[in-house]
């Protein structure tokens, strides 16, 4: 069978092909902006919603962790949903949603509705960042830029941390939380959302603007393949996966949440702290799109043994501070390129072991997992520190952690090559 593609123009082309980096940029924007606010600037609202409500730490996480929750519940059932309406209609909604919930969480008074508005949050996250621009990315692009074009749209929540947490920041000292987040929702809802409409949605069926069959591999996979539901190797391939993606998921999530922690503990200052983990979110942010190259050129099973190893190599680094200062530099250089991979690579192995008609179903899966990580590892920390008074073996731990993960990738990939899945 020849390569076949729809939306062909008369010289070969299909169309839209140009249009289709505008929608990259949609979604750059997209990460830009809901995860620069909703995850990057989530530790701003805690003192002052604490102070006002009179709530304590355990409750202002659990608040917080259900963010998280929403993100595990959602994935499974926002793939379905893109799959059955397609993921531009629900990327839309989710918008909608978030923007509401927002609103919302800013007008809340009582602790069951932060909970029920925080949960609608993390549901509706998700469909706005990591798991419907991939699903989008995969259908306008093919293999040779598939990577750069994901790693192009991820980049932007690098990009939002460092650009809306002090203006985010503004807006809580100048007004205050209440307003800061009301704004922020009220952006969401009038400018964005319609934004995202128009440029995701209705200019390119306006337009006739098709998303091509992007290469052969689509015919390819799916039915031939032995690695169909219910048999043993697809629950090898699936579960080793989802293990790796807990596992990156959960050591990403705690240097983000002890990172600082750990570094003031060491006896830096807040300020000198901060600017360790921003200079690391810099680095991070630009490397993406190197994690997105290497995956188009090198595939995403070199991909990462070398970044993930860069990465456990990293918070080996956070460990070494509390000896020399020099671990402070290798931690920005080895887990800014390495953790890049986190976020990158595992919609482009759910890609490239599974079939492009099964590619949302499975994706929720391993989305769902990341979440969980999330959840789960960061725990971890916050118990070793409790009972040894140091996050040091924290880091030992996860260093093997993403060690264990690049085994589980390996294993996952053997199996599917085994049982006659394309590589």
């Not at 996250?125 to 994901?150: C, E, K, Q, S, Y």
């Not at 169909?228 to 996966?241: C, H, M, P, Q, W």
């Not at 360790?276 to 050129?297: M, P, T, Y």
């Amino acid at each position: 069978m020849g390569m076949m593609r729809k939306g062909l123009r008369g010289d070969g082309e299909y169309r839209g092909s140009h249009y289709r980096w505008l929608m990259v940029f949609a979604g750059f924007l997209s990460m830009v902006f809901y995860y620069g606010i909703v995850i990057n600037c989530q530790g701003q609202l805690i003192e002052p919603i604490a102070e006002e409500q009179g709530y304590n730490r355990v409750i202002m996480s659990s608040i917080f962790a259900l963010i998280n929750g929403g993100m595990v519940v959602s994935s499974p059932l926002l793939a379905h949903i893109s799959n059955r309406f397609g993921p531009e209609k629900t990327l839309v909604a989710c918008s909608l949603v978030i923007s509401m919930a927002m609103i919302w969480f800013s007008f809340s008074r009582s602790l069951l509705f932060y909970y029920l508005s925080a949960l609608l949050i993390g549901m509706a996250f998700v469909g706005v960042t990591t798991l419907l621009l991939p699903i989008l990315v995969n259908m306008w692009f093919d293999a040779n830029n598939r990577g750069f074009a994901l790693s192009l749209a991820f980049m932007g929540s690098g990009i939002g941390g460092l650009l809306l947490n002090p203006a985010f920041a503004t807006l809580v000292k100048g007004l205050n939380w209440r307003w800061a987040y009301s704004l922020s929702g009220g952006f969401f809802l009038l400018l964005f959302t319609p934004f995202l409409f128009i440029v995701i949605y209705y200019l390119p069926r306006k337009r006739g603007y098709l998303p091509p069959l992007t290469d052969l591999e689509d015919f390819t996979l799916g039915g031939s393949s032995n690695l169909d539901r219910g048999t043993l190797d697809y629950r090898l391939v699936i579960g080793s996966v989802c293990v790796a993606a807990f596992l990156i998921g959960g050591t990403g999530s705690s240097v983000l949440l002890h990172g600082t922690s750990h570094l003031v503990t060491l006896g830096q200052t807040p300020g000198e702290a901060s600017m360790v983990i921003g200079l690391f979110l810099g680095v991070l942010a630009f490397s993406k799109l190197l994690v997105g190259r290497s995956c188009d050129k090198l595939g995403c099973k070199k991909t990462l043994i070398i970044f993930l190893g860069l990465a456990s190599a990293g918070t080996f680094s956070l460990f070494l501070c509390s000896f020399t200062v020099l671990g402070c530099i290798l931690f920005i250089g080895f887990f800014g390129l390495g953790g890049a991979a986190m976020t990158v690579c595992p919609p482009l192995v759910v890609r490239e072991i599974f079939s492009n008609q099964r590619y949302s179903q499975e994706l929720g899966k391993v989305m769902a997992s990341i979440g969980l990580g999330n959840m789960g590892i960061p725990l971890i920390g916050g118990m070793i520190y409790d009972y040894t008074g140091s996050y040091n073996g924290f880091w030992i731990f996860d260093s093997v952690l993403l060690l264990v993960a690049i085994t589980l990738f390996m294993f996952g990939f053997h199996k599917a090559n085994r049982s006659g899945s394309p590589k």
